[in-house]
């Protein structure tokens, strides 16, 4: 390093709400005659550790006002912190101003956030709104040329290291990638103030979309190996893949994350005991039963063989028993909100498969937004938040359906929901049978399920087809009758699906003249 990259620190401003490590850093600045300015609780957690502080209202002479809302907002700081020290012009103001220079400033922000998370009031969530504090960050990143500006105390370490190193200065590149991290903070820092007033607001859709994460960790690769990418997460925690405690097992690639995801946010859509097996994103087996372990083995026999390197999710805690069994499987990844004791020890020998634990399940009618990017742009939209009930639904066949049809019918219409569209879901006893995904054409998706479902049967040497009396979900109408056909040859007695289209009539007298009994939402679920 070039002593022209090098700035020397003589003197130093503090004002932090996360305390972490502050009287270590303090000591050491005070150690190498580095004098410390300073506000509020930060100066009383470092005079009480014997770090000699001076206030920032003895510094610019000016007493803090309206509560410290005012007390860094001053000439005497930002002069400090926004000189250029090989400017000539601005050297000659700082000493017609009596502007003392500000090589170090270490601020992290009123926990604005944290608050929000809280549920705390109007009131309360506006005075953390920190002003002072993104100010002075704003302006010490600015001039990186000249300041060091520290926003996490997780890089008091480096920053420490490199003053020892050069003799109480920091490098140019340390102090570019600290100023471009404090300009990060504090655009993440008002976006999450924007998300919040247009919230209180109900402005869905503001003019200008602001999103902001944290980064959780840079992934090995993406979807392909030759992707880059890495896992943000957000202040608006919803319980599951964000909220996952690792157990064991090797890191989560970005499919793993997505079909975990996709998984509990599926089995979180029933009240009753259950499991989702999930593979790209699909599902190709969900059941519930009285308990976990009924409820995997019902799930798994859908289609053990693409089960096969999939991932499981469960709405309640993993007990040792369910764990056993899935042990036998390969599987790439388990999460439940809970993982007992016999579970962990159960799968300890699977030291491969990720365990993860939620500590809660997610709520599938909470609101909540989802975004995808396009060239030049982003889809916006709310959360698939749709949850229908037996009172939703309208016959539309004369023969109606049977209580047990009705519950295999709702249960059918929520895994049809986290299927990819074009979606038909085959189910019987409160288990899919045969699962179609993805396909072009709603008759593809039906032939599809039957045939995999045929092969599921075979494979377990059963004589008779699974399908035979079950009951199917279309995630859209049928735009013909042909597909609801398939699904009665297929041997579905029941039906479920929005309706709204153009051949309505066509597609229930279908269903008449086959006996079928069908039941319309009038929602769709489209997943693409």
């Known amino acids: 390093m070039s002593d022209t990259d090098k700035a020397a620190i003589t003197r130093a401003l503090i004002s932090v709400s996360d305390k972490t490590n502050l009287l270590t850093l303090g000591r050491f600045l005070a150690e190498r005659g580095v004098e410390i300015l300073s506000t509020g ?8 550790g014997g770090v000699s502080v001076k206030d920032v209202a003895e510094h610019t002479g000016f007493p803090e006002i309206m509560d410290g809302r005012v ?11 926004l000189a250029r020290r090989d400017d000539s012009d601005h050297l000659k103001a700082m000493a017609d101003h009596d502007i003392a220079p500000i090589d170090l400033v270490v601020i992290n922000l009123y926990p ?42 997780d890089d008091y370490d480096c920053v420490m290291a490199e003053i020892k190193e050069n003799n109480g200065a920091t490098s140019f590149e340390l102090r570019r990638r600290l100023a471009a991290k404090a300009f990060t903070r504090t655009a993440a820092y008002d976006s999450a103030i924007s998300t919040w007033f247009n919230s209180e607001l109900g402005d869905t859709f503001p003019t200008r979309l602001t999103l902001a994460g944290t980064r959780s960790e840079v992934l090995r690769y993406g979807e392909n190996p030759h992707q880059e990418a890495a896992f943000y997460k957000h202040g608006r925690a919803r319980p599951g893949i964000a909220t ?100 962990r020890a159960a799968l300890a020998g699977k030291k491969n498969v990720r365990l993860l634990e939620t500590g809660a399940m997610p709520d599938p009618t909470s609101p909540g937004m989802t975004v995808k990017s396009l060239a030049g742009g982003y889809l916006f939209q709310s959360r698939d938040q749709g949850c229908i009930k037996q009172a939703d639904l309208k016959t539309v066949t004369k023969r109606p359906p049977s209580k047990s049809e009705l519950a295999d019918l709702l249960f059918a219409f929520s895994v049809c929901k986290h299927v990819k569209s074009n979606a038909i879901v085959y189910a019987k006893d409160g ?3 045969g699962i179609g995904a993805g396909q072009m054409s709603r008759i593809d998706s039906a032939r599809i399920a039957a045939i995999k479902s045929d092969e599921a049967a075979q494979a377990a040497g059963e004589t008779e087809s699974r399908t035979k009396g079950c009951v199917v979900a279309s995630d859209a109408f ?15 007695i029941a039906v479920i699906q929005p309706g709204g289209s153009m051949r309505d009539d066509e597609v229930i007298k279908a269903a008449d003249e086959k006996g079928l009994a069908m039941v319309m939402t009038g929602m769709r679920h489209f997943r693409h």
């Open 41 to 48: 609780g930060s100066a009383k957690t470092l005079r009480e």
């Open 71 to 81: 007390k860094t907002l001053h000439p005497l700081i930002h002069g400090g912190l």
């Open 112 to 153: 604005f956030e944290e608050t929000v998370a809280s549920g705390a009031g109007a009131a309360e969530v506006i005075e953390n709104i920190d002003i002072g504090g993104p100010s002075m960050v704003r302006s010490a990143a600015k001039n990186h040329a000249f300041v060091t500006v520290v926003t996490d105390p």
């Open 244 to 343: 996952a405690h690792q157990i064991q097992g090797k890191e989560l690639s970005y499919n793993n994350l997505n079909d975990t995801d996709a998984a509990f946010e599926l089995v979180a859509e029933f009240d009753a005991p259950a499991i989702a097996i999930i593979k790209h994103a699909n599902p190709c087996g969900v059941a519930i039963g009285k308990t976990p372990f009924e409820a995997y083995k019902k799930a798994l026999a859908c289609d053990p063989v693409s089960a096969f390197g999939g991932i499981i999710a469960l709405n309640r805690a993993l007990d040792g028993e369910t764990a056993k069994a899935i042990a036998e499987l390969f599987v790439e990844v388990v999460i439940a909100p809970e993982i007992s004791a016999p579970a």
């Open 431 to 433: 288990a899919t049978v």
């Open 478 to 492: 049928f735009p013909f009758a042909d597909g609801l056909l398939a699904a009665a040859s297929a041997g579905a």
